[in-house]
């Protein structure tokens, strides 16, 4: 006879690049969506966005998050007309707040809601929106050793369901985009600080995903504002012993975002057959 075994969730980060990539169907959001389907189907999901900074910690516990458009409107009117309607998880949210203790962690029923760095991905990975979905906000205040231990006290929820993601970008210089040029060959300093990421996440490396800036001038120029980064430390800090990691994408847009996205899975067990 054979049991099952229940596997921790995984826990992924996802590269979003432009609010743009919400009106799109390209080789990324397939495979996000591919990414999503490989994964078993979340309860819940945690989100860690770029584009939730705030001077302590708060967490969306709301009934029914709104969607936000937080960006200009150079993109687009069209972008202002969409909406992601996932149900929020209040119970989740105390949850997470439970967790992240010592840290005071604010229930926000009214402020905020979905920003576009989570719908603008969650739109394609799970386009549905029947998934709960709470935002974990970033302390701007805090250093990247900070962010990484936020990630390690959410740990737990993997075994209860929920699905730890971050979005940001590894590479994120908006002041030297090449707008017309999406897919030229990335800057140099671009490429080299992309694959060190990389290969430290692969390496299961933490210690080199928190002293990024000790990459010198790769490192400001990559990352001249630290708030698309973080967003990977509190993945790299759910890591479980043993998660293998995986990259279903891994190149740079417009010469200086980078749209990486990893996946950090539980190796199943080994099975034996009893006599």
């Known amino acids: 006879m054979s049991s099952e075994v229940s596997l921790p969730m995984p826990v992924v980060f996802f590269g979003h690049g432009s609010p743009a990539i919400a009106r ?23 989100c860690i966005s770029a584009h939730w900074l705030t001077r302590g910690t708060a967490v969306t516990a709301m009934a029914r ?27 989740l949210a105390e949850r997470v707040r439970d967790l992240l203790a010592p840290t005071p962690v604010a229930l926000d029923t009214q402020q905020w809601g979905l920003d576009h760095g989570t719908w603008s991905v969650l739109m394609k990975a799970y386009p549905d ?18 962010h990484y231990e936020q990630g390690r006290r959410l740990r737990p929820l993997r075994d209860e369901g929920v699905l730890i993601m971050g979005t940001g970008n590894t590479v994120h210089n ?22 060190h990421i990389r290969d430290a996440v692969v390496e299961d490396a933490p210690e080199r995903l928190i002293a990024y800036a000790d990459q010198g ?37 417009h010469r200086s975002v980078g749209m990486s996205s990893f996946v950090l899975s539980p190796a199943a067990p080994a099975t034996s057959l009893a006599a």
């Open 24 to 46: 799109e169907t390209n080789a990324v959001t397939r495979t996000w969506r591919e990414m999503a389907d490989a994964m078993p189907r979340p309860k819940a999901i945690v």
């Open 65 to 91: 998050p709104r969607t936000i458009h937080d960006f200009g409107a150079g993109l687009g009117a069209d972008l202002f007309e969409i909406s992601y309607p996932a149900p929020g998880a209040p119970e």
């Open 129 to 146: 929106a029947d998934t709960p979905v709470v935002q974990l906000s970033m302390d701007a205040t805090k250093p990247p050793a900070w």
């Open 174 to 195: 908006l002041g030297v985009m090449d707008w017309p040029g999406r897919f030229r060959p990335p800057y140099d300093w671009a490429a080299r600080f992309s694959d």
């Open 217 to 253: 001038q790769d490192a400001a120029l990559a990352q001249p504002s630290p708030d698309h980064y973080w967003p990977l430390l509190y993945v790299a800090g759910a890591r479980l012993p043993g998660d293998r990691a995986s990259v279903p994408v891994d190149h740079i847009e």
